[in-house]
């Protein structure tokens, strides 16, 4: 139900994102709140889309293809680079013939902080970004917090709302998860919904083996929770 819920959010305000700067994505922001606060972060999640003329196809393709990408599904125009054994990136080009443009969706996944914390890395990524994308890009970011050694879930969720100083916009809560939407002055994307708009959502869930994870998504989550 929640993977149902994110696609439909991203389906319906994706026209709306404000994108935040050339170079500069939504993660870069999640990892700079983390770094200030001292959150340890697991894992994370950066997902770009723009579109483009159909004209642009070859040219896109063909840089795809010399930074390093392997076409991973001949069906379809999806091609994957192993950033590092822990840091994987997706480019998918959907084509549409009828309206005479095409889709470049980009997808990074894995230790995100490794992607930070290594130059060389880094700049493959940031050269990437900053060659096939435009400042029309619309981009999304996740990251899954450690609990910092701190048992009672309930007071880490509480703090992960003050330290990103929250308006909350709406709350959903079930048996055995919490998410709050909201608008914090850490993000500078918002997405409009109600008068003041929001620009993150935080996510709290028990799994079966009773542990607890937290997740900060911006301008929304991304992946399901």
């Known amino acids: 139900m929640s993977k149902v819920i994110i696609q439909s959010l991203i389906a319906v305000i ?6 935040v700067g050339r170079g500069e994505t939504t993660l870069h922001e999640l990892i700079n709140f983390a770094d200030t606060y001292q959150y340890q972060i697991e894992t994370g999640e950066l997902l770009i889309k723009e579109t483009f003329s159909l004209d642009a196809f070859e040219k896109l393709r063909s840089h795809i293809e ?3 990408f392997l ?3 001949q069906s379809k125009e999806k091609y994957v680079r192993m950033l590092s054994p822990n840091i994987t990136e997706e480019l998918t080009i959907i084509k549409s013939e009828k309206q ?5 969706n980009y997808q990074l996944s894995g230790d ?4 930070f ?3 060389d890395l880094y700049n493959q990524f940031k050269s990437l970004i900053g060659t096939i994308y435009t400042n029309n890009m619309h981009n999304y970011a996740c990251v899954q917090l450690t609990g910092n050694g701190i048992i009672d879930g309930g007071y880490f969720f509480e703090k ?4 990103l100083m929250i308006s909350e916009v709406s ?21 409009p919904t109600g008068d003041a708009g929001m620009n993150v959502q935080i996510a709290s869930r028990i799994g079966r083996d009773g542990e607890t994870t937290f997740t900060i998504g911006t301008p929304i989550l991304t992946t399901e929770y």
């Open 14 to 19: 994706i026209s709306h994102v404000l994108f």
């Open 66 to 68: 010399r930074s390093g």
């Open 71 to 73: 076409h991973s599904d």
């Open 100 to 104: 005479q443009q095409l889709t470049l």
């Open 112 to 115: 995100v902080v490794e992607l």
């Open 117 to 119: 914390e290594n130059e």
């Open 160 to 163: 992960l709302q003050s330290d």
């Open 171 to 191: 709350r959903l809560i079930e048996e055995d998860f919490i998410v709050v939407s909201g608008l914090s002055d850490q993000f500078k994307s918002k997405i």
